[in-house]
């Protein structure tokens, strides 16, 4: 540059480098953001992908093989979803290094999904470890990035990055383990990662907004039931390609839409931000959501197992593929009863119609329309929350 040359202006790096200090706990009009929101995107194709698989394998009759398959892979991509749902509640400042770093974990996502085929069919989760290591890479920078920003929360987020980088070793590790000892270690690994977030916390407590953190679990739910009813839906348009429709498919069909409105509008018939009353509280209930996702998407196998047997795609019995939609169903309604009905109050007048459709679900393979029962019976539980809404208005 000569000397006659103005200077040139320096790079803006606080355009790409805010500060990441921890977010007001009480701050108002917190919402999911639209990073967030397509962060939720990327996990439609992993659970759609898992929640296919599943229903393959029951309709083929391999019960124990799948459930088995779907529980394992699930809980990875839930474990993933809440990695960085927490973090974001806590540190989330938007900035394009943070959005970069969570475009990363997007790519983990996709590679996850991609690698559900193998973990189904040949027990094979190089792939899936290789889609979670890339997203635990971009998880560790974060925390580190909090740890460096942040001085009051540095040793949680220190703790954080220590935890979740030692155990995606653990992870890689396991892919050379022995297939005897391999389910064990999968046991082991899992437990200790689920006490990652309580270990770092007792260093200090990180903040967390109540409102956030109901609004995303609320936003998975949906997309999750999303999933179901597409799951159905393609199962349904397969059966008219055909020319199976019938009589028996038309009530399946009617049976499964009243499943699906009805869960939806049980799980947020309750608000949960009230629930969220301490960091205790809030684990139990981010925890318990596993079985509510795990499950509602399970229904929308069930679903389009059901459909396949009616139509002649799938040789089980009709009470074996009725079993497939009751049983997650049910699982459902105890998971939201334990994290939303019982913490709300109102005893046995709640509890009851809740214990009720629980017992008449299981039984309803039984019945010559299951669906369509089942159906009726989470809609009659829709109907008594709403009364018991009026009279207490």
């Not at 992908?49 to 398959?69: C, I, K, P």
């Not at 009243?258 to 869960?263: D, G, P, T, V």
């Not at 459709?357 to 369509?372: C, H, R």
């Amino acid at each position: 540059m000569t000397s006659g040359e103005p200077p040139r202006a320096r790079p803006d790096l606080g355009a790409w480098l805010r500060p990441m200090a921890q977010r007001d706990p009480g701050e108002p009009h917190r919402a999911a953001t639209p990073l967030e929101l397509f962060f939720d995107l990327c996990f439609v194709v992993a659970i759609a992908n898992v929640a296919s698989h599943l229903h393959h394998g029951l309709a083929e009759g391999h019960f124990v093989e799948a459930a088995r398959s779907y529980g394992m892979v699930f809980v990875a991509i839930w474990w993933a979803w809440m990695g960085l749902t927490w973090f974001a509640t806590t540190y989330d400042n938007d900035d394009p290094l943070y959005r970069s770093t969570v475009f990363v974990q997007m790519v983990g996502v996709l590679v996850l999904a991609a690698g559900v085929p193998r973990a189904f069919d040949d027990g094979d989760f190089s792939i899936i470890t290789l889609g979670y290591c890339i997203m635990r890479v971009a998880l560790v920078s974060l925390w580190l990035r909090a740890a460096l920003a942040d001085r009051p929360g540095r040793r949680t987020a220190l703790r954080y990055a220590f935890g979740i980088a030692t155990l995606q070793l653990g992870w890689i590790g396991l892919l050379f383990v022995p297939g005897s000892v391999w389910l064990v270690g999968w046991a082991v690994l899992i437990v200790l990662e689920l006490l990652v977030p309580a270990w770092a916390t007792m260093a200090r407590p990180t903040n967390w907004h109540r409102h956030h953190i109901a609004e995303r679990y609320g936003l998975l739910t949906i997309i999750v039931l999303g999933e179901s009813v597409l799951a159905a839906t393609l199962a349904i348009q397969s059966a008219i390609d055909d020319g199976a429709v019938s009589i028996a498919l038309l009530r399946a069909i009617g049976g499964g839409l009243l499943i699906l409105f009805s869960m939806w509008w049980i799980y947020f018939a309750d608000s949960a931000q009230g629930l969220l009353t301490s960091v205790r509280v809030a684990f139990q209930w981010g925890y318990g959501h596993l079985f509510i996702f795990a499950s509602a998407a399970a229904v929308g196998a069930g679903l389009s197992v059901y459909a396949d047997v009616v139509t002649g795609h799938a040789h089980l019995s009709g009470r074996s593929a009725a079993a497939t939609i009751a049983i997650p169903a049910a699982v459902f309604l105890v998971t939201v009863w334990l994290l939303h009905v019982r913490p709300a109050g109102g005893g046995a007048r709640r509890t009851a119609p809740f214990a009720v459709a629980i017992v008449l679900t299981l039984v309803a393979p039984f019945s010559p329309w299951p669906v369509l029962t089942i159906g009726v019976i989470l809609t009659a539980l829709v109907a008594l929350t709403l009364r018991r809404s009026a009279t207490a208005a």
